[in-house]
């Protein structure tokens, strides 16, 4: 063992140890999701940041991050020494960040343990789940428990659906928040009081499996937009949330590796490959630019648009939205992470969308709001100019048409690893761009 490795492991026991006598934790506990994995840092230059050379690394390397100079990947242990050619084959100086992510994770959670504030006030058990969590992370399990009892706590504003199943057989949720004064409509939707379409949003959240910041927000969200339509006040839309649309990829991560992105979709080649990245797996413009047509690749696009159940019960239910005559389905929002980033459509294409002024400018009102709560600042860019990828929800759901499309990569600038002391900050600052956005947009449309 090196020596950095002694001083990581001692460093990480004296955590543990002192979190225990803190009362926080009641032992060590091993990690054994990604043991041997790593994560490097590349730097770049000029000629490397083009976007045709960015997509070769998105389709060759499991890219985390990346800025105008530097780039961030993950790599597993079983290709540790392939991806060592490929970055010496292109000249690109790397450095090992971290040498084994397991120990990295274990290190993480025994100091947040050491310093956390006290989560006994947020529990969270079957039939007893009134509230999503905001100082720690859910499973998939307790997300069930939360929907259900939301829908049993609030039966005049929440009508909770599933709309399909995972490929291992999970239920794919959707929850339908609405004003209790429109019970005559609940099931279609609801005409508003001057005879126009009511407006609508469709929300999702956990299309990439490692992302955990992003269903957690949007279940905050959920909740807090439920208790305000109980309240009659700010629910002047029809409100669509899918929270969880990966729940096989998110388990995945709770019981075997940290840092799984795709589905858990079986291989159709006879490889050991599982997964489809279900931000690829949508038209238009499937299995173009970003995305890979090899099974073992992060942003393998599945085999036809649409091939994953997950990503066709979504579709299913927007397209439903968007051809209801009662309904206009004016906002979108999917929730990533990380980089704090508002992104708008095109991302398969640097062209811009024809409405890009209006993008832009929601963009900045969410933007703008979200920056007033907290004073962190997110970027607001074309989805290309981040890196071109085709396949993905922003791009379907601006072609139905949606006027307002936004992708929102949340905190931090880092890592996926989001300290949960930082879950509620997350889930305020953008639950006023939310707010802002829904208000700009119904302004916009008068």
Known sequence: MARSDVFSLLLLLLLAAAAADAGTVKSFKEEKRNVGDQIW??????????????????????????????????????RLSI???????????????????????????????AVAISRAAESCKEGQCPRPYKQDYMTFEQMEWFLRDLESQYPDNVKLSTEGKSREGRNIYLVRVFQSSASAARSSGSVSSRGQPRPAVFIDGGIHAREWIAPATVLNMLMKQTENCAANTDCDYEYYFMPMMNPDGYEYTWTNDRFWRKNRSPPPLKNDCFGTDLNRNWNPQWGNIGSSSNTCKEIYRGTTPFSEPETTSAKNVMTRIANNPELDLLVYLSYHSFGQLVLYPWGYTSDLAPTKADLEKGGNVYNNALKGVHNVPYVVQQAAELYP??????????????????????????????????????????????????????????
Do not use: C, W
């Not at 929800?393 to 600038?413: G, H, M, W």
């Open 41 to 78: 840092s590349l730097s770049l230059d000029a000629s490397t940041s083009k976007s045709s050379d960015m997509a070769a690394l998105h389709e060759n390397l499991d890219v985390l991050h990346y800025s105008s100079d530097s780039v961030t990947i993950f790599v597993r242990k079983t």
């Open 83 to 113: 991806t060592k050619e490929f970055l010496e084959g292109r000249h690109l100086a790397y450095n090992v960040v971290e040498k084994d992510v397991a120990l990295h994770l274990q290190s993480l959670q025994a100091a947040e343990d």
């Open 389 to 446: 990828a085709s396949g993905a929800s922003d791009d379907f759901a601006y072609s139905l048409p949606i006027k307002y499309v936004y992708t929102v990569e949340l905190r931090n600038t880092r890592s996926f690893l989001l300290p949960r002391n930082e879950i509620a900050l997350t889930f305020e600052e953008n639950y006023a761009g939310y707010m802002a956005l829904l208000k700009h947009a119904t302004s916009q449309s008068n």
